[in-house]
């Protein structure tokens, strides 16, 4: 039942209560505060625990919260946002096939501008050029609907918006020194820490919408073997669990801030020196492989429209576009 001034329900109310303090708080002050009995309030905890939330209590002097809950639905995101229109509405699945499926699908019904589809794991997750991205819980799997006003040609520069997005976001709530291994993987520890993968509907002129999805290794302990030397995970490299909506909040700040600065020029003239600062490949010798020939050109760094801008030994440039070459590290990933 909700209160009609704030709206909160009883447990709550009793779950602010105990977050506001940083001590134990006794089961009298909550009884008398919210008029409840001693039962009352017992059962809310039980709930309040069988929801996740580590709760201890101890003989005369209350309860105290010891440990929240890894819990990436709405409620849990919003706690944290500080958006103005990106992931207002989120739509949350413990379970589905793929985010970008589910958010697609919603782009065909024309959902809200900034619709996010979270979910805690995916059976059929999708990689990039046909692979499989196998999506156990504790991770983060999300995909933003959008509705670019942009040329048809300008929209893949979105993946490289979500880079820079999940880079500041994991640095900022975890403190990992991340890079962006051009043009859209993120990498920390010279490994892979998170995927992306853009999805539109087009025609010749017009976007119908943009789903990004992005994979971001959160909580994860253990990769298979395939690919256990290329990926990583925040745990891994902190040696903690993130809280996922805190992270999850944060990444949409960012996106909506650079997203924002993106549609104002239709590039990423805004965008590039940033880009170019968490760049791993910048000014590093890189393999540049296109139909199967591969050359060895140091990487300066993008341009406005993403193109990587690498150089010969002879100092000559040239751009090369995503999608048409890969780019590997002389010794391996990165
Ligand atoms: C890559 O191959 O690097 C891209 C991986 C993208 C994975 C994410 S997880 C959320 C969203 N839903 C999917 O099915 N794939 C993307």
Redesign the pocket.
Known sequence: MSDNNTGKTTKEKILSMLEQSRDYVSGQDICDSLSLSRTAVWKHINTLRAEGYEIASVNNRGYKLNGMPDIINEKCIRDHLHTKWLAQNVIYYEET?????KAKQLGEEGEKDGTVVV?DR?T??????G?N?I?PAGNC???ILLYPDVRVDRASMVTLVAAMAVSEAVREVTGIDTRIKWP??VVAGGK?I????TESSTDMEYIQYVVV???INCNQKKFENEIKDMATSISLETGKDVERAKLLAKVFEHFERYYTLYLETEDLSKLYDRYNELLINKDRDVKIIENGRERIMKAIGINEVGALIVEDSDGRQETVISGEVSVRGLYGYV
């Open positions: 096939d793929s985010s970008n499926n979910v995916q059929a997750g999708k990689g990039r050029r692979k991205w999506s799997y999300f995909s859209n993987d892979k998170c995927g992306i993968l999805g992005i994979g």
